[in-house]
């Protein structure tokens, strides 16, 4: 907890009530009246979440965000006068313990010292109703962040990562940081945005709309197209000599080569992790998906981990082992910190649930072991299940991907589950290849991979063995249709010093989504982006 010395700012609600002693003076133990003692005179700062006014004293609750309950001040009726829930508000006086029931503590404003400092139009302010559709509050995501329950999800995706940073910490993993940037797709399946200063698109003719911004540095972002391919990164590739300052510019010249918005940091930290051995980052990524589904989002933040030294047979077990522990000391962390459970429990009161206790099957499942199943054995039960009568719109077939309706029905069969061991051909072409297995349809070939599926949301994570070894990374881009040259940087790492390394990809909101019981994680991040929308 930081000094309320120690920062030229004003104290927190958090550091106020800190600040207080933990048990009552003598001046309060020996006082007949029980009457408040007061601390040295405070200023503090922050939004109204209630007002009510009697004919002697007005009681407000303020909140600065520092604390899960809101602190109740008490003035005289006339010092309210302008307040309004939602406004903004600096008051002067005193931190006393409470003569009534619901808090220990509470704030005595002194005569004089209440003042409105942003005021609020209750008729034109568009959250005022207690019942406000996921729409509305969507709409309006510059605001939605001053409802509880937008102040809880904000404090929930932070202490959720400083949760898993010390987790990874503890592990001796280290934390880098990877390019927003990129001239490749790591994924390979197309759904890119491509990027490049807007003054060379409206040079090229190639945009007809007025500029977005009048920032010099404005960039636009489109979707990629498949044309140019990105010209070889290899050392000796010739690279076009710099181009003038504030000279005209083909659109790919800038890099002089084509630039995306990156889809995932994993490949960079394949790069980084040689020197390192183990390594992690929380970036944001970016896909172009035209879905509508509230799974997806076109900007969204992605935790993931690559460790080096890790092989079959047992390499696989190991990834895993990282992804389950470290989800699991998130899970664990809600019998800990109380702060997160409060948020916690308050999120998932606001979402529609059956469970009476709803933070039960979570606490659970940090302390249990998690299966791990093949895709052919996945398939196999899915197949079974839909011989005894249960619907899937889609037939689990073998050599299919799973679809979502399928990951959660595993999921809500076991609980969390890896399934391993996924055709080759539904996977990007950087996974190790293995062994074909043997199933009721024949021999498939499968990559040493997994998916970690988790109730309601289906995959939460994926990860896998990277292909370490030289001829077998060459042909398994020549199958999927990339370019050698493209990725020759890539090709570079097992040609020079290379070291078997594995990792995974976990999308962030989604775990705040499962965490949370909140559906959608549209509803998980400040500011979504998904296809048709971008509030601001």
């Known amino acids: 907890m930081s000094s309320l010395a120690g920062l030229r700012l004003p104290p927190t609600i958090q550091q106020l009530l800190a600040s207080a002693p933990e048990t009552p003076s003598s001046d309060e133990t020996d006082n007949p009246s029980n009457a408040p003692t007061p601390q040295r005179a405070r200023t503090i700062y922050g939004h109204l979440t209630s007002l009510r006014v009697t004919k002697r004293t007005a009681f407000l609750h303020l909140s600065d965000g520092s604390t899960h309950e809101p602190l109740q001040a008490v003035l005289r009726p006339r010092e309210a006068e302008g307040m309004s829930v939602g406004c903004s508000v600096r008051l002067e006086g005193e931190l006393v313990r409470s003569r009534g029931s619901g808090q220990e503590w509470e704030f005595s404003v002194k005569e004089g010292g209440a003042r409105v400092v942003g005021a609020l139009d209750v008729h034109t302010y568009p959250l005022q109703n207690k019942q406000i559709r996921p729409e509305t509050l969507r709409e309006n995501a510059h605001l939605r962040a001053r409802l509880p329950t937008g102040i809880s999800l904000l404090r929930v995706r932070s202490l959720l990562a400083r949760e898993i940073h010390a987790w990874f910490e503890e592990n001796d993993f280290w934390n880098v940081n990877v390019p927003i940037l990129t001239g490749s797709d790591c994924e390979g399946a ?305 040609r020079w010093g290379g070291v078997p390394t594995g990792g995974y990809g976990m999308g962030w909101e989604r775990l705040v989504s499962w965490v949370t019981g909140i559906e959608s994680v549209r509803d998980c991040i400040p500011f979504p982006r998904w296809a048709g929308n971008m509030v601001l």
């Not at 010249?253 to 980052?281: D, I, K, N």
């Not at 077990?317 to 962390?333: I, N, T």
């Not at 499942?365 to 899937?392: C, M, V």
């Open 190 to 494: 197309g759904e890119v945005f491509s990027v490049k200063p807007y003054s060379m698109g409206r040079d090229a003719a190639s945009v007809s709309s007025p500029a977005p911004s009048t920032s010099e540095n404005q960039t636009s972002t489109e979707l990629a197209s498949p044309e140019p391919t990105p010209p070889s990164s290899t050392p000796s590739a010739r690279i076009p000599s710099a181009p003038k300052p504030h000279s005209v510019l083909h659109a790919s010249q800038f890099f002089h080569r084509p630039a995306y918005l990156t889809v995932s940091g994993q490949l960079h930290l394949e790069a980084l992790t040689p020197p390192l051995s183990r390594v992690y980052t929380l970036s944001p990524c970016f896909r172009a998906e035209p879905s509508l589904t509230h799974r997806h989002l076109a900007e969204f933040w992605m935790l993931e981990a690559e460790m080096g030294w890790v092989e079959p047979p047992a390499g696989l077990e190991g990834v895993m082992d990282v992804l389950e522990g470290s989800v699991k000391r998130v899970l664990g962390s809600l019998l800990s910190n109380s702060a997160l459970r409060a948020d916690v429990q308050l999120l998932r009161s606001s979402s529609p649930s059956s469970e009476t206790d709803p933070l039960a099957p979570l606490l659970t499942w940090s302390s249990t072991p998690w299966p791990r199943i093949s895709y052919t054995h996945a398939i196999s039960l899915l197949q079974r299940a839909k011989a005894e009568g249960t619907h899937f719109e889609y037939d689990p077939k073998v050599g299919e991907g799973l679809q979502s309706e399928h990951e959660k029905y595993l999921a809500g069969l076991m609980g969390p589950v890896f399934v391993t061991r996924y055709p080759r051909g539904l996977k990007p072409f950087y996974m190790r290849i293995t062994e074909p297995e043997t199933s009721e349809e024949g021999e498939i070939e499968t990559v040493e991979c997994f998916d970690l599926l988790v109730p309601h949301i289906g995959e939460l994570a994926g990860g896998s063995l990277r292909e370490s070894r030289l001829p077998m990374l060459e042909a398994s881009l020549a199958a999927h249709g990339l370019s050698r040259e493209e990725y020759a940087w890539y090709l570079d790492l097992r």
